[in-house]
C-alpha cells in the first residue's frame, strides 16, 4: 500500500481512491478513537468518516482527504498564521457545542486535545480534524489550552524557524476563542498532560513552563 503520510504515532496507507489505513505503531487499540470520531461526524462535524471493519482492532480505516495540512500549508504560504489560528478556534468552538458522548456531567464534551496545525487538512470541502488519538471528555478550557500550549510550545523555541508564525498563530487563536476560553486551572493542567504524553520529545517537554507562561501574558 502506498504510504500517504507518517505522523508521531501512526502510519497512514492509502488503500484505494477513497480509503485510508491508520495504524500505530505501537499497536494501540483504536475503538474508542472510532467510536468519537463516528459520534461527531454524525453530528456534523468535519471529520473523515470512518469505516469499521472486521481487521485488527489496531487498524483504523477512513475516507480519503484530499489537500494539506494546515501546517504544510503555513509553510508554502497558502495560508497564514492569522488564519490558522482563526480557524482553529473555530475548530474547538465548534466541536465544544456538541453535547459529550458518555460523560453526564453537563458542562463536558467532546475534547481532541491534539488540535493543531499538522492535525488539521484543509480539503476542497473545508478544514476536517483528523488523529483523535488523545481525545476525551471534559471541561472544553482545557482543550482550548491544549491547542494554545501547542502553539506556544513553537513560539518559544529559540531553535525554530516556525517560532513567529506560531507566536502570530497563538494570537490568533486567543482572539478567536475570545471569552469561550476558560484557563481557570485549564493551562497546568494541559501542561501536565502534554508532560505525560508519550508523543512529545524531552527537549520540547523542557519548553512546557515557558509556553504556559506566554499564553499566559498573552491573554
Ligand atoms: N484521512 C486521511 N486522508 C489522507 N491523508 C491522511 C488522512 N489521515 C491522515 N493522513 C495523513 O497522515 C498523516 C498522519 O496522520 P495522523 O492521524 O495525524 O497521525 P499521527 O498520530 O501519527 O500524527 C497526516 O499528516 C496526513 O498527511
Ligand atoms: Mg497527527
Redesign the pocket.
Known sequence: MEL???????D?YAIDEGR?L?RYRSGIDTRREIAVMAYVGARGYPV?EVYPGDGPVTDLV????SGP?MFRAMIEGTITAEEAGHTLARLLLRLHRIPARVSADPGDRVLHLDLHP??V?LTPRGPMV??W?NAREGPPGLDCAMSALILAQVAVDGESALAPAARAGLVALLDGLGAAMDFTGALDRAGALRAADRGVNEREKGLIDQAVALVRELR
Request: hydrophobic fraction near 40%; charged fraction near 25%; include cysteine.
Open positions: 500517504l503520510g507518517s505522523g508521531r504515532s501512526a497512514v485510508v491508520r473523515p477512513m475516507a480519503r482527504l495540512t499538522e492535525n487538512m483528523i488523529d488519538c
